[in-house]
């Protein structure tokens, strides 16, 4: 039997709302002008002629209560067709949006792979980046400094580590991305559709 | 046995939970944001860092032309170039910070959608590049002050007990840059309108500041209105303090630094509000 120490991902009730049609007129003016028609029971001038007119409770309920225990160890997969949530949820996870109710507990350094070498600067080389992208992926420059060499050997663009990116091939570029991602040592590790990275050779790793 | 979270995620209620020791650390970030920003700023530039050097002195050379020479303003008997010099690095210093920072969100947004770290970092990074930018500027102003001390025919200048305070100084500058940054990088994550405001406030916010005229130019009434304009305060003592000009008005220094501090507070407060949802509306 599993005791609760070996949970590493606890989500209770989760629920995340999105608002349907769109949210505001993206202009102050705008905005003030439907609520005000809104307040005199006039049609809203801003509105599409014909188009339906959302409610403002019209709500979209992108994730409706997941309860999911993942245990230390685990691998969990999610499966879905289209617009089921998996996105989301893996927003939730990596914090990127917060939730509308519900909590996740986390036990163990989380890191998410939604996509690699977020914050990668072309004008920058390839080592600066790294320090870059891992202390935007949490990591500590100490932490980097220690793994810098094991980095730049699992790149495999030893070579061009003093260049700025924005000279790389894709290749090269997103090798060295994910080298940095796969050093960081977590406990929790989410990815969404990004292992399609490098040769034959290179996904072997 | 109660068993002890890493993290727990929730939707944020709380309005106080500002997040702060998170920020903290996070603090080779923040450093190596600035050492980022520096060092792509002027790639592939000609005059490279050079150009730090020649705004503040083609400003001045401007300022000097149209509002000496032209309006024929009083500098408080110190040397125009310099008098102008040093109100517009204070300046800079202030505005820049804030329209660096009030581009946080929708400047970052296709970062801060992918991966999470405490959104706080990117606009303290901005403003601790601003006064880095300050810094040099600074040092401009000091080379050429020694330069105008040497010249003949020149009016007298002298640096006071004032100057000592500048580190304050600087750092209020970039506060309220910074807090009225972050407060219109909020905002904007839904209505862009203010992203046109700032552009064109700025530089008319200039001119309802000291910079290029000398606060004693002004009187009764509307000296008290301009000393309400938190910034004002704060160039009137740098000048003071480094050329021995204009006024020290205590009093309104004061006041701005409690404008200061509530404009950070309300900005921490909303930036901290937006931040969780942000990329929902953005």
């Known amino acids: ?205 | 046995m109660q068993k002890q979270w890493t993290a727990v995620i929730k939707p944020k209620k709380k309005l106080l939970d500002l997040n702060l020791k998170e920020t903290f650390k996070y603090r080779d970030l923040i450093w190596l944001f600035v050492t980022r920003d520096i060092k792509t700023r002027y790639k592939q530039t000609i005059l490279g860092p050079l150009w730090f050097v020649i705004q503040p002195l083609m400003a001045s050379v401007i300022h000097t032309l149209v509002f000496g020479n032209i309006a024929g303003l009083s500098t408080d008997g110190v040397p125009q170039f310099l008098f102008y010099l040093a109100g517009s690095i204070t300046w800079a210093l202030f505005s820049g910070a804030l329209t660096a920072t009030s581009n946080t969100f929708v400047g970052n947004a296709h970062v801060f959608g992918k991966v999470y770290f405490p959104r706080l970092t990117t606009p303290i990074a901005t403003s601790l590049t601003q006064i880095f930018n300050f810094l040099i500027q600074f040092a401009i102003f000091g080379v050429t002050a020694i330069v105008f001390a040497f010249l003949p025919d020149q009016p007298g200048f002298k640096v006071t007990w004032v100057a000592a305070l500048t580190p304050l100084l600087l750092i209020q500058l970039s506060v309220l840059g910074l807090g009225i940054g972050i407060i219109i990088s909020s905002l904007t994550t839904k209505y862009r309108d203010l992203q046109v405001l700032v552009g064109f406030g700025v530089s008319l916010l200039m001119y309802l500041t000291p910079v290029v005229y000398s606060a004693n130019t002004v009187g009764g009434k509307l000296y008290i209105a301009l000393m309400l304009n938190p910034v004002s305060p704060a160039i009137e003592l740098f000048r003071y303090g480094w050329l021995g000009a204009g006024s020290t008005p205590w009093m309104y220094w004061g006041i701005s630094w409690i404008t200061t501090l509530v404009v950070l507070f309300i900005g921490i407060i909303l930036f901290n509000k937006i931040e969780k949802n942000f990329m929902d509306t953005v």
């Not at chain 1, 995340?16 to 905005?31: A, S």
């Not at chain 1, 409610?55 to 979209?60: A, D, G, L, S």
């Not at chain 1, 980097?144 to 990116?165: G, M």
Request: charged share 25%; aromatic share 6%; no cysteine.
């Open chain 1, 1 to 205: 039997m599993r005791s609760e120490q070996d949970i590493a991902i606890q989500i209770t009730g989760l629920k995340k709302m999105y608002r349907l049609g769109t949210i505001g007129g993206g202009t102050l003016q705008g905005d003030i002008q439907s609520w005000w028609a809104r307040v005199r029971h006039k049609e809203d001038p801003n509105s599409k002629i014909g188009a339906k007119a959302y409610k403002k409770n019209e709500t979209f309920m992108a994730l409706d209560g997941i309860d999911l225990t993942v245990y230390k160890g685990e691998r969990v997969g999610i499966i879905g067709h289209n617009g089921a949530g998996k996105s989301t949820l893996l927003k939730l996870l990596s914090r990127v949006t917060g939730p509308t109710e519900g909590e996740i507990k986390l036990d163990g350094r989380i890191s998410s792979m939604l996509e690699v070498g977020t914050g990668f600067n072309g004008e920058l080389t390839g080592r600066e980046n790294i320090y870059l992208n891992g202390a935007i992926l949490g990591m500590t420059k100490a932490e980097i400094d220690s793994k810098i060499e094991q980095i730049i050997d699992f790149s495999e663009v030893r070579q061009f580590i003093d260049t700025p990116v924005k000279r790389y091939s894709s290749g090269m570029y997103v090798k060295l991305a994910f080298a940095v991602a796969s050093h960081l040592d977590s406990e929790i590790l989410i990815m969404d559709e990004v292992l399609a990275v490098g040769d034959m050779a290179f996904q072997k790793k």
